[in-house]
């Protein structure tokens, strides 16, 4: 049985805990400010939750109007097939139940030891000792339950049941939004005729803007070339060839910009391909493999993606070989369940040996470009080399 001990969310004294949780709520808040499509924005708060509080087990439980029961609509830490099929009582003997009766958080300190509650099969079966639940309220209505459970027990008190109150008060809204947007769906389906001649005009336009956009960013790398020219410094140099290599990044993705209704997106499989195959030519010892999953994302997003790619190249085609020579692993995969991707860029080299080197500047700029994009990163030890993961939401398009 996996125990969530381990993984505790840091910061044992109230402060840090309430840093955490600040923390958590914004990034929260800044994934939720863009329209997420209703099957895709449940699991995906799941995964967060259960992340951000170090915890290995989370549900979502939709109140279902037919059968008068909570029904599981996602969750963490739970097999694939309990997900839409099991229900929850709704009475004061269980947690759920309870919560959905009286509207008010519910804790359970230990399962195995409190005569109040019976223990449901699912969580019996898991291990779990507590957890703790909250309402989700939406347009006023009382639309389910948002529960964190741990296999420790006495794992969560007061100060996670106000955190998750407010997690669920913004769950709401955001499930409130969903439905505004389905109704709104069959409206736009009207504009959306009208919005295809425009956009029939757009993609005529298209070669011509990229083409200006291309050449503009040709006279950017003209002009960092010959300030290259005229410095001596091999320091200086070597920040101008990074300059010219991140001009040609922005300049990749929009070659393979392409207008749809729904905005300016970017296929970032053959993006990041051709960024992989720029750096091979530069490093012609160095082998770079990918592995890349078909995933479209909008521009502003495609941009610090790519970005983000170029300096793990970058840092790994200067650090990582001191003899010239090794490989380079790129690959993209996406969640369907979490709708979740992850980009990992892992070397056979020489390894950080447990250096995060906080102060580098291609470090700096991976951290902020990664922000931009609402992603996480990870960095696993490894026997060899040094791996980085960005886990970064990646909606259905």
Not at 108 to 125: G, H, K, M, S
Not at 262 to 290: K, P, W
Not at 349 to 355: A, E, F, N
Not at 359 to 364: E, I, K, P
Request: hydrophobic residues 45%; proline residues 5%.
């Amino acid at each position: 049985m996996n125990s969530d001990r381990s993984t505790e969310s840091p910061g044992a004294d109230s402060l840090a805990k309430l840093r955490h949780h600040q923390h958590i709520v914004r990034d929260f808040s800044q994934l939720l400010a863009s329209y997420i499509p209703f099957d895709q924005l449940l699991p995906l708060v799941a995964i967060r939750l259960a992340r951000g509080l170090g915890v290995q087990h989370s549900m979502i439980l939709r109140y279902d109007s037919v059968h008068g029961d909570l029904q599981l609509a996602a969750g963490v830490g739970w097999p694939p097939q309990a997900v839409g099929t099991t229900r929850f009582a709704i009475e004061a003997t269980n947690p759920a139940g309870r919560t959905q009766q009286t509207r008010l958080p519910t804790f359970v300190d230990d399962l195995r030891n409190t005569d109040e509650f019976r223990i449901p099969a699912l969580l019996q079966r898991h291990g779990i000792r507590s957890l703790v639940n909250v309402p989700v309220i939406c347009s006023g209505t009382l639309w389910g339950v948002l529960e964190m459970d741990s296999t420790e027990p006495g794992r969560f008190d007061a100060d996670d049941a106000h955190f998750l109150l407010s997690m669920a008060n913004l769950l709401g809204i955001a499930i409130e939004r969903s439905a505004d947007h389905a109704t709104a769906t069959a409206a736009a389906a009207v504009a959306r005729a009208e919005a295809k001649a425009v956009q029939d005009a757009q993609s005529l336009r298209l070669d011509e803007l990229q083409h200006r956009i291309k050449n503009n960013l040709a006279v950017i790398a003209s002009m960092l070339l010959l300030e290259q020219y005229e410095h001596s410094d091999s320091f200086v140099k070597a920040r101008l060839r990074g300059l010219m290599d991140r001009v040609m990044a922005i300049g990749l993705a929009h070659e393979h910009l392409a207008i749809r209704l729904d905005g300016a997106v970017v296929a970032v499989e053959a993006y990041i391909s051709r960024l992989a195959h720029a750096a091979s030519l530069q490093h012609v010892d160095i082998r770079l493999e990918t592995d890349l999953q078909s995933v479209v994302i909008p521009l502003d997003r495609a941009v610090p993606l790519g970005l983000i790619v170029n300096e793990l190249i970058t840092n790994a085609t200067k650090y990582a070989f001191p003899d010239g020579s090794g490989t380079i692993q790129i690959t993209l995969h996406r969640d369907p369940e979490t709708a979740e991707a992850t980009l990992v860029v892992a070397d056979d080299g020489v390894g950080m040996k447990g250096k995060a080197l906080p102060g580098n500047l291609g470090t700096r700029l991976i951290t902020r470009l990664a922000a931009q994009i609402n992603g996480t990163i990870q960095r696993p030890d490894t026997e060899r080399g040094t791996r980085v993961e960005i886990l970064f939401p990646a909606p259905q398009r």
